[in-house]
Every structure is written in C-alpha cells, then in structure tokens.
C-alpha cells in the first residue's frame, strides 16, 4: 500500500533563518507531488507541484521554493522565512495518469517568531 | 477561472441531527468533484468523489450529488456523530493545465455536540 510521510511535524524556526520540509511517497512510482499552505482558518492554498524529477511548477510567487531530487522525494525550501511564513504545509500525491485523488501527509506546522 | 464556493462555517449540530453543508462551483465543462475532511491536527482524507453529472458520492454516512444544472454538490448525512466533527473541504479537478490540480474551498467547520 502507499504512504506518504511529511517531517517535522512541527517546527518553529526564526525570521531569517532557512527551511527545508520533506516529503516522501512510498509503494508508488512516478507521482504527482504537491504542496500547498492551509493558513489558519483558511482554504488550501496550493503552491508548487510536480509531475516528475526535477519538474517542478510554481502557482503563486511567494518566498518559497520547491525542489523534486528523487521521484518520490519533495522537498519545501525558503533561504530567508518571513513572519507571514507560519503556516500547515501539507503534501500530497496522487496517480500520474489517472490520479483525481490526492492523498495527504499529515502535515508539518510552522512557526515563524 | 476555477472556484469553489462553500457555506461559511462554524455549524454546530446536536448529535443525530441531519448535516448539509453547501458546495456550488464555477469552471468550464464538466470537473470531478470531490469532499475531502480533516480531523484535528491531521492532513485531508478523501470522502467522497463524483466524476459526471448526476453521480452520487457516498461514503460513511455521507453522500453528495453532482448536479451540473444547479453546479452543485452538497454534501449530507441524515445522523451526525461526535466523531464527525471535522473541517470539510468541497474540490473540483481543474479541466486545465496539467499535474491533476485540485481548486478547494475554503472550508466548513462542523462541531457535533452530545
């Protein structure tokens, strides 16, 4: 069966300093990956996703970057965080070809002080 | 573009009581349709999907019909439980652009009450 893995579950880090979440999928191959942002009280705000290595597409700017090193392997970089970084991050896979589904780790929360 | 509207939470039922929450989207042609819930301090579980008009998602309890006349997809269930207390997310599968992207709603607080 598949899982997906996200870590830290929980980081707290502050203004300026860098960030690096992983996520890992296993029992597939070939996913689709993705990030997205879930501000308190909010929606889910998708920011980069991926339909192979090194393939990577961004849907807002922001301070965020994402990188796909490995197939199964998605990781979400800042150089600098900014305050307005405190967010859920939450990743997500689904079937390259006929994936509707998503499915999603369970989440790292982020503290920006 | 893509856009899903949902009711605007938090709803507060007693337990037993019957849950609708409302989902109306707006894009082009035909999307899937999904709801999507999330317990408390998790990530987004499937619980529901419809792929064409007319479809009826149904899982747990909870059921949803794609009414593409209406551009609707409300989701229900005739007996809530403590348990069912959780945020819902109502999506649809943009018809453009590739990766299979997903467009949420904000969401929907539910808290169940004894």
């Known amino acids: 069966s598949q899982t997906i893995h996200q870590w830290p579950a929980t980081l707290v880090q502050p203004v300026g300093s860098p960030l690096s979440l992983e996520c890992t999928v296993e029992?597939?191959?070939?996913?689709?990956l993705y990030w997205y942002r879930q501000a308190a009280g909010r929606g889910l705000q998708l920011l980069f996703y991926?339909?192979?290595?090194?393939?990577i597409s961004s849907e807002v700017p922001q301070n965020l970057s994402a990188s796909r090193p490995q197939d199964r392997q998605f990781i979400l970089s800042s150089k600098k965080l900014l305050l307005s970084d405190s967010s859920f991050y939450l990743c997500?896979?689904?079937?390259?070809?006929?994936?509707?589904?998503?499915?999603f780790g369970p989440g790292t929360r982020l503290l920006v002080l | 573009g893509d856009s899903v509207t949902q009711m605007e939470g938090p709803v507060t039922l007693s337990e037993e009581a019957f849950l609708t929450i409302n989902c109306t989207y707006t894009?082009?042609?035909?999307?899937?349709l999904f709801w999507y819930v999330q317990y408390p301090g998790e990530g987004l579980q499937l619980l529901l999907k419809?792929?064409?008009?007319?479809d009826k998602g149904s899982n747990k309890g909870f059921e949803a019909t794609y009414r593409k006349e209406t551009t609707s997809f409300h989701l229900e269930k005739g007996s809530v439980q403590v348990s069912d207390s959780a945020v819902y997310f109502c999506a649809l599968k943009r018809l453009t652009g590739g990766g299979n992207k997903l467009t949420f709603g904000t969401g929907t607080q539910l808290k169940v009450e004894l």
């Open positions: 991926s339909v192979g290595i090194g393939q």
């Open positions: 894009a082009t042609g035909y999307p899937s």
């Open positions: 029992g597939t191959s070939n996913p689709n």
């Open positions: 997500a896979w689904s079937y390259a070809a006929s994936g509707e589904t998503q499915y």
């Open positions: 419809a792929t064409k008009a007319d």
